[in-house]
């Protein structure tokens, strides 16, 4: 019989990248660099937004949240990692690997909802114009916003709750940078199959559950687009919907590949876990600024505007 106390007093020694102490503490301190234009990037997306009252509409409403929860994800990995790295305590406890964990869940889930309502905005601009402001009401979309919290909360207590009933036998090593959920499994010495099919289950359920509506929405915002007289008019669209395209292929690909496979401890799976957690928040406002006029013109008169007052004192 385990202690009652064991989420208390497990520990875990993460170990990732297995290379020299100056390879890690140089991309420690990378890591640490791509965190902070990761922050500086996504808050300047919500700053504009805010302050441009031109893009006060459904499809940047849902760009705010997207960045918002960037900056969560990134927050919530991005530390630990450059910790893991650039510090020789490398241990972290059950309890703190379950938070991160639950965070983790929330957060993923809940974007992944946020980007399926955005593919839902991009088919009602482009194949129901003429309804499209009646459809894409301001309740409506803090509708799709609260619920995809909801639905975030939802999963990640379906996933993490049941991950209390584990014991940890040992070894105690997790060569990963962070607790994710595919390393810490083989490592209890439970019965792992109630977890793994809640896990399976709501991979299923939530993640293809988004990615489907997201293709459904794309597919049929294609055939629209190619019936489109003017090549401008068939640029735009295209412009429009590209960046979208791109942040939901790296989103998706890359996290639902990596949670339905075994987990190794190998360095292919560590790059996997950098991509959608550390590069794609740092690359979600760079594609927004860069393929979006918009953006960039609203961005061109805060800096104007910051001058100007500036100026006058």
């Known amino acids: 019989m385990m202690p009652n106390n064991q989420t208390t007093n497990t520990k875990f020694i993460l170990l990732p990248f297995d290379s020299s102490l100056h390879i890690q503490y140089t991309l420690g301190f990378i890591f640490l660099l791509i965190y902070f234009l990761t922050l500086a990037g996504n808050l300047l997306i919500m700053t504009v937004i805010k302050m441009d009252s031109h893009l006060h509409t459904p499809m940047y409403f849902f760009l705010v949240n997207l960045s918002f929860f960037d900056v969560s994800y990134s927050s919530v990995m991005a ?49 129901n114009p003429l309804v499209y402001v009646m459809v894409m009401s301001k309740r409506f979309c803090v509708f799709l916003a609260c619920g995809s919290c909801l639905l975030g909360v939802t999963n990640s207590l379906l996933n993490t709750l049941p991950l209390l009933r584990l014991h940890f036998c040992g070894p105690y090593i997790i060569h990963h940078y962070s607790c994710e959920m595919p390393e810490l499994l083989p490592l209890s010495c439970t019965d792992l199959f109630l977890n793994k099919m809640i896990l399976f289950t709501t991979l299923v359920i939530f993640g293809f559950g988004c990615f489907f509506p997201i293709l459904f929405s794309y597919t049929k915002i294609i055939s629209a687009i190619l019936k489109i007289n003017s090549a401008s008019g068939r640029s735009k669209a295209f412009s429009t919907c590209s960046s979208h395209v791109i942040v939901v292929t790296l989103f998706f690909v890359t996290g639902l590949g990596r949670y339905l496979s075994p987990a190794t401890g190998s360095i292919v799976e560590q790059v996997i876990s950098l991509q959608y957690s550390i590069v794609t928040p740092l690359l979600n406002p760079i594609i927004y600024s860069l393929k979006n006029v918009e953006v960039k013109i609203a961005i061109k008169k805060l800096w104007e505007k910051k001058i100007i007052l500036s100026g006058t004192y």
């Not at 703190?96 to 992944?112: D, R």
Request: aromatic residues 10%.
């Open 79 to 127: 530390p630990r990692l450059v910790h893991t790295l650039l510090v020789k305590n490398k241990i972290i406890s059950l309890s703190g690997c379950l938070v991160q964990i639950g965070l983790m869940f929330f957060i993923a889930s809940s974007e992944a909802f946020i980007l399926s309502a955005m593919a839902y905005d991009r088919y009602s601009a482009i194949c």
